[in-house]
């Protein structure tokens, strides 16, 4: 198993994992802009686990200065196994890296936010040492 930075040929195999994630078809167009846009971002990281010529997970950091931290915070944007891969170390992994991010850019905090309906991801997210401390509210539906 090798963790990687991620790169625009990951492209099809992380829309993959995205759609998947999110139970739906993702527009293909907007997301590839959107993520050569944030492999450019010095405050995204985005890291991939390989297992032989095969992607099995990805996750994102996302950076960012908060008034309310004095300082850089890191959040958790997308975080996916690819299910063969589950409980298998692959999730472990990926959170080393993005410890290790955190680390080097001098973060203070990494957030992640869960869906109520993925239950399950509460134990996962406290197995690697996150604490459940805040809610999370969204608003969705503008008209532009």
Known sequence: MK???ANFQDLDQI???MC?????TLDFSVFQDLFRVNLQ???????VAEDGENLVGFISLHKQYLLHHCGLVGEIQEFFVAQNSRGTGVGKLLMTAVKKDAIESKIHEIEVTTNKKRIENVAVYQGLG???SHNKFTMKNFTY
Do not use: T, W
């Open 3 to 5: 963790i990687r930075k």
């Open 15 to 17: 829309y993959a994992f």
């Open 20 to 24: 998947e994630l999110e139970g739906c």
């Open 41 to 47: 971002n010095g405050h995204i990281s985005y890291f």
């Open 130 to 132: 996150f604490e459940l």
